[in-house]
C-alpha cells in the first residue's frame, strides 16, 4: 500500500481528502476547485492518486496546488481503485479521511459536514445528487436532480458511496484497508462490512452532498449493472462479503433470473420499467458469472 509521493510544501492538517484518479485530467481541475471553495471547513489538504493514467492527471493536480488548497500526487501504478485508494490513505497525514472521485464536484460543505461526523466509532456517508453529463441527457433510470441518499437499515447491508464518506485512518487500519482484488462497481462496500462488522457504525450526512455524473449512454449503464453482479460474486467470498453470500448463490440467482423473466409482461410497455427490467437481468447473469468463474 504504498507508492512514490510527489509533494508541495504544505502544513500537517488533520483532513486529509484522497481522489483516486485513472485518466481523469479532463474532470479532475472541477473536483479541486469545488474543494477549494469549501465553506467553514477545517485545514485539509488533497492528495491526488495518479492510478497509473496515461494522460495528464499528476500535472493537473499539482496545477491546482494554491494558497487556499494544498494538492499532493501519490503514484500507484497498479490500476485498481481501491489499490488507489490504499496508497494515498497510506501517505495521508491526517487522521480522518475523505473520498471522493476525480469526476464528480463537492458541494460547499461537503468537507465540513463529512469530517464532523467521523469519530472513533462512526463513519460518515455522504449522498449524491444526480446530474447528467454537460450537453448530454440524463440516464433515463435517473433523474436530474434526483437524491441518492443512502439507508442504514438493519440488518446491514452496506450502500455507502465510495465517492462522497469519512473516516478515522485508524479504522482503516484495525480493519485491514481496503480489498485491492476488488475493482468494479460495488467495490468499497466489502470494505464497510468489515467495519460495521468490527462495531463501527455508519452515520448519514444529508448536508454532504456531490453532483453525481450518471452515464447517459444507456449500454454503458447496461454493461455497469453487469459488471455490478460480477463484483457482488467476488466479494462475496471475500471477509466483508458474508451478507452477498446468500444471493449471489447460483440456486438463489437462477429463481431470481426466473422470476424477472416472468414479469415481462409488467416492464414490456413503459421505457424507464423496459430498462430497469433489463438492468436487473444483467446484474443477475453478472453474479452468475461472477460466482462460477471466480
Not at 502544513?11 to 484522497?18: A, Q
Not at 490500476?79 to 463537492?106: K, P, Y
Not at 424477472?260 to 430498462?275: A, F, G, K, M
Amino acid at each position: 500500500m504504498h507508492g512514490k509521493t510527489e509533494t508541495p510544501d504544505a502544513g500537517k492538517p488533520d483532513v486529509t481528502v484522497v481522489i483516486p484518479a485513472l485518466d481523469a485530467s479532463s474532470t479532475l481541475a472541477v473536483q479541486l476547485l469545488a474543494l477549494a471553495r469549501q465553506v467553514d471547513a477545517p485545514p485539509f489538504s488533497v492528495i491526488v492518486v495518479d492510478n497509473g493514467s496515461q494522460d495528464a492527471t499528476a500535472a493537473v493536480a499539482l496545477s491546482c496546488n494554491s494558497d487556499q488548497l494544498s494538492v499532493s500526487v501519490v503514484h500507484e501504478p497498479n490500476r485498481g481503485i481501491n489499490r488507489a485508494r490504499n496508497a494515498g490513505i497510506e501517505a495521508a497525514s491526517g487522521s480522518t479521511i475523505l473520498l471522493c472521485d476525480a469526476d464528480d464536484r463537492v458541494g460547499d460543505a461537503w468537507v465540513r459536514e463529512l469530517a464532523a461526523n467521523v469519530s472513533d466509532h462512526t463513519w460518515a456517508v455522504g449522498c449524491a445528487l444526480v446530474v447528467p453529463r454537460p450537453g448530454q441527457p440524463i440516464e433515463p433510470l435517473w433523474r436530474h436532480g434526483q437524491l441518492i441518499r443512502p439507508d442504514c437499515k438493519e440488518p446491514y447491508f452496506d450502500n455507502t458511496l465510495g465517492g462522497s464518506c469519512g473516516f478515522s485512518k485508524a479504522m482503516w487500519r484495525h480493519i485491514g484497508g481496503f480489498n485491492p482484488q476488488l475493482n468494479g462497481p460495488g467495490d468499497e462496500h466489502e470494505f464497510f462490512m468489515r467495519a460495521h462488522g468490527s462495531g463501527y457504525r455508519p452515520v448519514v450526512v444529508d448536508a454532504a452532498v456531490i453532483e453525481y455524473v450518471r452515464p447517459s449512454e444507456r449500454h454503458i449503464w447496461l454493461r455497469l449493472q453487469y459488471t455490478k453482479g460480477v463484483h457482488n460474486s467476488i466479494a462475496a467470498r471475500a471477509e466483508g462479503g458474508t451478507a452477498l453470500r446468500l444471493i449471489c448463490r447460483p440456486a438463489t440467482v437462477i429463481r431470481l433470473m426466473l422470476r424477472t423473466v416472468l414479469s415481462t409482461p409488467r416492464y414490456i410497455r413503459n421505457s424507464e420499467d423496459r430498462w430497469r427490467w433489463l438492468g436487473r437481468l444483467n446484474m443477475l447473469t453478472g453474479r452468475l458469472v461472477g460466482w462460477i468463474r471466480y
